[in-house]
């Protein structure tokens, strides 16, 4: 099957920033012509819930990613990621912040982080790229930055048609003129991580 | 893509509220409630430069009343609420169909199937018996049938109902935009139409009744013809297809999937009452076997079923009432393929090895359950309740009798899953207080304590505080009064000192309380833990109704406001911190357990993650070590 449609899903936690990136990818490719439809699907919690946006660019039906579909994943954290393994291509590209945030019932010790998560990532898709993006927001000036040091390390897969700098003015459009230059350096942190980086499951 | 007309990115309830916009609505109200709350909010954001009204009300009834009140005066109006906002104002709906409107009027309702964020599933359409209701697939079409939805509304002098859900309104789309249609029309109440608007009796409400029969006969004939209504068929199909909203689309994407798109015909219903009863039957008449897929209940499947009696062709209908779909959970791609894969005899692969690898791995997931935020005073309002509870039966667990606790609509409901895990009932907005005052009369034997938000207090608590001091019910309520609606995004309330539209009074839930009659009234500060449990120890002692007002700001708003002003944190002090030993085995987390307070496993002792700490100083109160410090933080 011929896929025209490019299928991004975004993981996180709410209140990473995660839903604001999603807009950021899909406002991108809005401006760089193409038709888009996706969804948000988060529950009554405003934080600390498993938060995900679907965004397809070109022609589709559903506003979901069906399963096994989702060919670009951006996580914001592993677990994130994991929970949606049914939505996730095998030749999917998934690049992942590795600082985790952990569940409450981890934290209580009721319930168990997987161990070795990024290996179990691993052996459900292609090319994954692990990095910690959360320590590239703290060096861009602010740790809230990760959803952008995000949106920069997917700008820099080549699997999608949207410009690094149709992104850099998408980014400033939405974020404050004050955290603009802040911003912009995130992306760019996120950005050269992801050129500089060996997919983590290429050597198989 | 067109590139002539500007497009832009817009969630289904922002396109529903440009869709307003485009038509020239000149009144907007409604209450919040997740997946609802976008269409009022963004119609707030340009109300001042579109010459709008817009209100948020205190409840869905009285939102529902004012925008019907503003299309009698000759005003296109538009209200929006959730579905089980929409039975609130039912009282109202369900007369104000009789007389119907002058302006243009949208009962724009956001069904939430499969309820991620509602306390139902429920499906809004069944209340469109008498009014014409118009069911978008996409954001596109959202906007598009608002502008002409208004139109019909005006033609046919009734109101209508445009009924979303969750996959359409958190859905969003590069929307084709129309033009904006200023409309300056002065209101003028119909003083010559005496007593259309008086239905004091049946001698003003039996023709009314009949009216609004005529009108959606009337109605019939544009939705036969309207484009909302597609029939999608080449006429060598086998299989059809009827489904309207998200399912459409998810169905379209499923028959795709599967290679068998050109094996089925599609009727698409966008106007789902009256149901287009031609081009139905140009559909069962063309095919052996049709399928019916639509979210929540089988409101067109009914429609489809009739008709089906009506024609010579012997056609096969499945859907809900044959067991093809599922009853109850939002209609996804991954439900559907089942359902649609049955149909065409294309059964269910094998799983490859890497399927059978996702499942077991998703069997074993740690879930990211709700959580309070950092800073929430309701995080020390409810553990104060948990605290005093324990201390007064002495039960540690909710299967034990000692106590009943009621929780309501709002983030402080949270209070029923671990590890607060003491409340065991939440329903419908207001109703802690009066099904507490019921457990009391039903006389378990047991303490009863409510817990209400402010909002939720503001909306229909007021009514049940009422009658419990009315009926002399011996309960404890507790209002969680944060000065906003917060879990649906910190709209304001009546004792936020705001409208929507600017500047506004403070109503005090203990100025009403008071004045309602309640003797045993106390206001304190959740973030003063010792008070707040002897306040509330006090209230369940006190012999009748008594309500502590658990009162400060959502630390979301807090935390915005003062982000200026010098910030404070807490810290954990390593060396005071006895990790486990603690007497309840890391009591900050396990019990307390504030989203910013992380274990260290590898030294065996708290930590606080600053970038979400907001320096409450909750669990500085909370550690047995007396470990935890709160410290200002110089920027």
Known sequence: MKESTVNILVAGVGGQGNILASRVIATAAVKSGYHIRGCDTLGASQRGGHVTSHIRIGESYSPFIPNNMAQIVVGFDPLDVLMEANLISASAIVIVNTEKVLPAGVKSGQEEYPEDILETIREIVQDLRALDAVDLARKAGDARTLNVVLVGSLAATGKIPITPEVFKDTISEVVPKTTLSLNLKAFDLGYQAISQSKSLTGER | ?635
């Not at chain 2, 004045?515 to 006090?538: F, H, N, S």
């Open chain 2, 1 to 635: 893509m067109s590139k002539d007309s500007p497009h832009r990115l817009l969630l289904g309830n922002e396109a529903v509220a440009r869709g307003a916009i485009e038509a020239g609505v000149q009144f907007v109200s409604g209450y919040p409630g997740t997946p609802s709350s976008e269409i009022v909010e963004s119609l707030i954001d340009v109300a001042k430069d579109n010459g709008i009204y817009a209100e948020w009300s205190a409840n869905e009834k009285v939102a529902f009343e004012g925008a019907y009140a503003a299309a009698i005066a000759g005003l296109r109006s538009l209200v929006a609420m959730k579905h089980v906002g929409l039975n609130v104002a039912a009282d109202a709906l369900m007369v104000a169909w009789e007389s119907g409107v002058k302006g243009g009027m949208i009962v724009a309702v956001a069904d939430d199937p499969g309820a991620p964020a509602s306390q139902n599933e429920q499906d809004s359409r069944l209340y469109a018996l008498h009014i014409p209701c118009f069911e978008p697939s996409s954001p596109q079409e959202a906007k598009d049938m608002v502008v002409r939805a208004f139109e019909i509304s005006e033609e046919l002098e009734q109101l209508i109902l445009v009924r979303l859900t969750g996959g359409v309104s958190h859905a969003f789309e590069d929307v084709e935009l129309g033009k904006i249609t200023k409309r300056i029309w002065k209101a003028k109440f119909p003083h010559e139409e005496w007593p259309r608007f008086y239905l004091d009796a049946g001698w003003v409400i039996c023709p009314l009744h009949k009216r609004a029969h005529e009108v959606l006969t009337r109605f019939r004939v544009e939705a036969e013809r309207s484009p909302f209504n597609r029939l999608e068929i080449k006429g060598h199909e086998r299989f059809g297809i009827i489904a309207s909203g998200a399912a459409y689309n998810n169905a379209k994407e499923v028959s795709k999937i599967l290679g068998v798109e050109n094996e089925i015909a599609f009727l698409k219903i966008g106007i789902s009452n009256p149901i287009p009863t031609k081009l139905v039957e140009h559909l069962l008449s063309a095919v052996d076997t049709v399928l019916v897929i639509e979210e929540t209940e089988p409101f067109i499947e009914e429609q489809v079923r009739s008709i089906a009696l009506d024609i010579e062709h012997r056609v096969k209908v499945i859907g809900r009432r044959t067991g093809h779909v599922p009853v109850s959970d939002c209609l996804s791609t991954q439900h559907l393929t089942n359902v649609v894969g049955v149909m065409v005899g294309k059964a269910q692969r094998v799983l490859s090895k890497r399927e059978k690898l996702v499942e077991r791995v998703l069997k074993d997931m740690p879930s990211r359950g709700l959580s309070l935020c950092p800073g929430c005073p309701h995080m020390g309002s409810l553990f104060a309740i948990r605290q005093v509870l324990r201390k007064m039966t002495g039960k540690r667990r909710l299967d034990q009798q000692g106590f009943i606790a009621l929780a309501d609509i709002g983030c402080y409901g949270i209070g029923g899953y671990p590890p607060h895990g003491f409340q065991e009932t939440e329903f419908s907005m207001g109703g802690s207080i009066s099904a507490a005052a019921g457990f009391a009369h039903a006389n378990t034997g047991e303490i009863v304590v409510a817990s209400i938000g402010d909002s939720t207090f503001f909306h229909a608590g007021i009514p049940a505080l009422i009658n419990a001091v009315w009926n002399q019910a011996k309960i404890t309520v507790i209002v969680h009064d944060n000065a906003v609606t917060a879990m649906t995004g910190e709209q304001p309330a009546p004792n936020s000192g705001r409208t929507a539209m600017g500047a506004g009074p403070v109503i005090n839930v203990e100025d009403i309380v008071k004045a309602i009659g309640v003797k045993y009234v106390r206001v304190v500060d959740p973030y003063d833990l010792k008070a707040t449990m002897e306040a509330i120890e006090d209230a369940i002692n006190y012999d009748g109704v008594s309500v502590v007002v658990c009162k400060r700001k959502c630390a979301l708003v807090a935390r915005r406001e003062s982000a200026a002003k010098g910030a404070k944190r807490a810290r954990v002090n390593q060396e005071r911190c006895i990790g486990e030993d603690c007497g309840c085995g890391a009591f900050c987390i396990r019990i307390f357990s504030c989203a910013a307070i992380v274990w260290d496993s590898g030294l065996k002792k708290a930590k606080i993650d600053d970038t979400l700490c907001n320096g409450c100083g909750l669990c500085a109160q909370v550690c047995p070590a007396g470990a935890i410090v709160v410290e200002e933080v110089t920027a």
